[in-house]
């Protein structure tokens, strides 16, 4: 995928989630920007960019908001899973149906008559090769334009990417990971930390909400910013109040060009959190 098919693929939005306490829990921020799915129309929502899928575990939605029935489905077959890597699993599985269905809709059938990709691979030899050609890349280069990112806890906090064409990426090991369209913002601002995955709830608070901040400078991305804490007593959104004591801490520093986890403001946040319950 070249440069230009990877901005147009890259959704107008900003997700970012971070392991902290040495791995115990997951903190995340998000924006509500949301957009079509010819990307002609951007707008901030009411609505959270987060389902919750089980009491652990949380997605993150990323891209045209035109699949409510994905998060349906994985939350319907999420239940009574407690691994965070088998809710993966699931969800990559609805990622792939999701994307094999639109393909089937959009390509095969109009220039086929073909239902399903059982009788395409069988009747390929009855079909003349230029079109099989075509179909064959515009299926390999589909893109849903959906992003998801799964986040949990189970023994420890995991961070799950899922995405195109329908495959699931760990960032456990990194501890942190970001996507959307202000991407190179927020990864500079882990990156210039150095981010570790033992540092407090209240550092690791304080960095996504920065990512955030200058996540924003790339455009596309919403001036909202929701927070949610996931560890073992549940999944929990930080209440506005906390967001913007963070907001003001963030201005403090910028305008004295102070960097660094070590301010006394951060170590002394109280993250206050109300029990997060999806709408």
Not at 11 to 20: D, E, H, S, V
Request: with cysteine; aromatic share 6%.
């Amino acid at each position: 995928m070249n440069d230009k098919q990877t901005e147009k693929n890259t959704p107008m939005t900003q997700l970012i989630a971070a392991i902290c306490e040495s791995g115990k829990t997951v903190v995340t921020a998000s924006d509500r920007m949301v957009s079509s799915s010819d990307m002609t129309l951007t707008f901030e929502q009411e609505q959270r960019k987060a389902e919750r899928i089980t009491d652990k575990a949380v997605m993150l939605i990323a891209g045209t908001m035109h699949e409510p029935d994905l998060i349906r489905d994985v939350q319907e077959k999420a239940k009574g899973k407690e691994r965070i890597r088998d809710i993966a699993e699931v969800a990559k599985e609805s990622y792939q149906d999701l994307r094999d269905k639109h393909i089937l809709d959009e390509f095969v059938r109009p220039r086929t008559g073909l239902k399903s990709f059982e009788e395409y691979h069988k009747m390929q030899k009855t079909l003349h090769d230029s079109l099989i050609i075509d179909l064959n890349q515009e299926i390999s280069e589909y893109h849903l334009k959906l992003s998801l990112l799964l986040v949990g806890v189970d023994e420890q906090g995991h961070i799950i990417r899922i995405d195109r064409p329908g495959t699931w990426r760990s960032s456990d090991m990194v501890g942190s990971c970001t996507i959307g369209m202000g991407d190179r913002h927020a990864r500079n601002v882990f990156a210039w930390y150095r981010y570790s995955t033992k540092l407090s709830l209240q550092e690791a608070a304080y960095i996504a909400f920065e990512a955030k901040k200058r996540a924003e400078m790339a455009g596309g991305v919403g001036a909202i910013t929701d927070m949610l804490v996931i560890n073992e007593h549940g999944c929990n959104i930080i209440k506005p109040c906390v967001i913007d004591s963070l907001g003001e801490i963030y201005n403090d520093r910028e305008k004295e060009r102070k960097r660094g986890v070590s301010d006394q403001k951060v170590k002394e946040l109280d993250i206050q959190t109300d029990a997060f319950e999806s709408p």
